[in-house]
């Protein structure tokens, strides 16, 4: 057998796990190659483990952070088109945050005698992908458990363990699999009998879930409670857009024609997509814009309608003591602060100016992480391709009660892909999930691609039907069950309708949320300490 004791070996080895992730990733790949993509990298440490004294514990996090460096770079390269300086940092540091788990594992188990388990690695992987999605270098675009989003009869168990499940179920079999490959391919002192049984174990874990997968596919029935909804995609260029009066109000009428050929007498909702109105609006004055009394004028003949849409929407404070932390200085008006939000707006005939403002912010474009620490780099935020300082969202927000009393919550763009915080707004009793978001920034890529499929899994984890209005990309309406019922096509001008279901049911996932992540990092916290205090002791014997 080849030796893989060289460098070179294990570079090899490195760029075969970054490719087998990138072949298993939407939207174009396929998920069951991911149960084998951790494998190279396990192999890269066994050997480092083994010939310790001539390898650092550093070897292992630069071959790890190698793989994920073309993961990242292959699957997420599109962020380029929005910001060359951003889509740097996002590839190469969210990827050295990936290899810090493995590396972790490796101290542990080159440190303590007798501590050959990977057991410690899925536990540490499960604590990154939860803290990964509740801090402030918030990107959770590659969590595992996205991979099967294209697929979603194999997980319709997401409706209990939310995406976290799919990534212990991917690295549970990575690790058994290259357990058999151990054994099969290099002696090893297990009997016959174990060797069955690893074997049996193995399989197991792979069928039992997709078993109880398709049979919840198969006898899921959604109640009859259907609304329907017209989604308008008008195919804005989101770098080429007329910010004149003249122009915004052009867009406007654009949108409002669209959809007036497509309402009907049972039409519920019209959907505009992120940020379709240009121009800012006064949240305490939204009828002053002229944008919001066209569709007001609009909705003066559909009295049972309700229109949402996105745009930028502001909040004025007379001085710096009334301001927020997120507020700038008013530029020409002494002594005025605002906050911007990246908002959505929902207006019937009530005339009540329902607001909502995005609260997931895109990191070093929408918002500036340790804002009150790095605010004096404002210009830096500028040159990545974001706003000077953070856009602003306000607490304890509630889904939509539209005019028919449904009640709907509207995740905006990069919020989608957050099981847990689109979970919170479902227990509020939102009976329909209302996306709207702005994929044109990422032009003909897998970008907008891999954005609707994730909304797939949102429907499945909360049971919630999906209508979703893109500026331009793919605009689609889901069902609960994660099948896409209808969807547009890219550059496309164009208005689906559709009716979905209601449902105000529970799932056990949007209950209890990430739970699986909470364990994993009480689980990790332990495995820290007992490392720790291992080593003081080791230190202290010697």
Not at 290 to 316: C, V
Not at 387 to 393: E, L, N, R
Request: charge should be positive.
């Amino acid at each position: 057998m080849v030796s893989i004791n060289t460098n070179r070996s294990f570079l090899i080895l490195s760029i075969i796990s970054g490719i087998i992730f990138t072949l298993s990733w939407p939207a174009r790949g396929f998920p069951f190659l991911i149960f084998f993509a951790f494998i190279p990298l396990f192999i890269i440490e066994e050997k480092l483990l083994q010939n310790k004294k001539n390898n650092s514990s550093f070897h292992l996090l630069l071959y790890a952070w190698f793989a994920f460096v073309i993961w990242n770079g292959l699957t997420t390269y599109w962020i380029v088109f929005s910001t060359v300086t951003g889509a740097f940092l996002a590839i190469f540091i969210n990827s050295f945050f990936m290899a810090v788990p493995l590396y972790l594992s490796h101290l542990i188990r080159r440190k303590l005698p007798g501590q050959n388990s990977l057991i410690s690695f899925i536990f540490l992987w499960i604590s990154f992908e939860y803290i990964h999605m509740n801090w402030e270098l918030s990107w959770s675009w590659l969590n595992l458990g996205n991979a099967f989003s294209k697929y979603p009869h194999w997980v319709q168990w997401y409706d209990t363990t939310g995406v976290l499940g799919g990534s212990a179920w991917i690295l549970l079999l990575n690790t058994l699999f290259y357990s058999i490959y151990k054994i099969f391919f290099h002696e090893h002192e297990l009997t016959l009998r174990l060797k069955r049984f690893l074997l049996i174990a193995t399989i197991g874990f792979f069928i039992f879930p997709s078993i109880i997968s398709f049979v919840k596919y198969y006898s899921y029935e959604e109640k009859y409670s259907p609304v329907e909804i017209v989604i308008v995609q008008p195919n804005f260029d989101p770098y080429n857009r007329q910010t004149t009066p003249e122009g915004i109000i052009k867009d406007v009428d654009l949108m409002l024609n669209l959809a007036d050929k497509h309402i009907t007498s049972e039409t519920r909702f019209v959907l505009f997509p992120e940020g379709a109105i240009r121009g800012s609006v006064n949240v305490e004055s939204p009828e002053n814009s002229a944008s919001i009394s066209r569709i007001n004028s609009f909705l003066n003949e559909h009295d049972s309608l309700s229109i949402i849409t996105g745009l930028m929407a502001f909040e004025l404070y007379e001085n710096q003591k009334e301001a927020s932390p997120t507020a700038r200085p008013y530029r020409g008006n002494f002594g005025y602060y605002y906050d911007i939000y990246n908002a959505a707006l929902m207006l019937d005939q009530r005339k009540e100016y329902i607001f909502y403002s995005k609260s997931k912010l895109v990191p070093g474009v929408e918002r500036m992480p340790l804002y009150w620490l790095f605010r004096p780099l404002d210009d830096l935020i500028v040159r990545l391709g974001g706003i000077p300082g953070s856009m602003a969202s306000w607490e304890n927000q509630k889904p939509y009660h539209a005019i028919d009393s449904t009640k709907v919550y509207i995740p905006i763009c990069y919020e989608s892909i957050y099981g847990e915080h689109v979970g919170k707004y479902i227990l509020q009793n939102a009976e329909l999930i209302l996306i709207i978001t702005n994929d044109g920034w990422w032009r003909d890529t897998p970008g907008y691609r891999q954005h609707n499929q994730y909304a797939r899994l949102r429907a499945i984890e909360t049971r919630r039907s999906i209508a979703r209005a893109a500026s331009t990309g793919i605009s689609s309406f889901i069902d609960q069950r994660g099948n896409i019922i209808e969807n547009t096509e890219w550059n496309e001008q164009t208005v689906i309708r559709n009716s979905i279901n209601k449902n105000d049911k529970l799932t056990l996932y949007t209950i209890y949320g990430d739970y699986l992540g909470r364990f994993a990092s009480f689980v990790s916290l332990l495995i820290i300490i007992y490392f720790v205090v291992q080593l003081f002791l080791i230190k202290k014997k010697k």
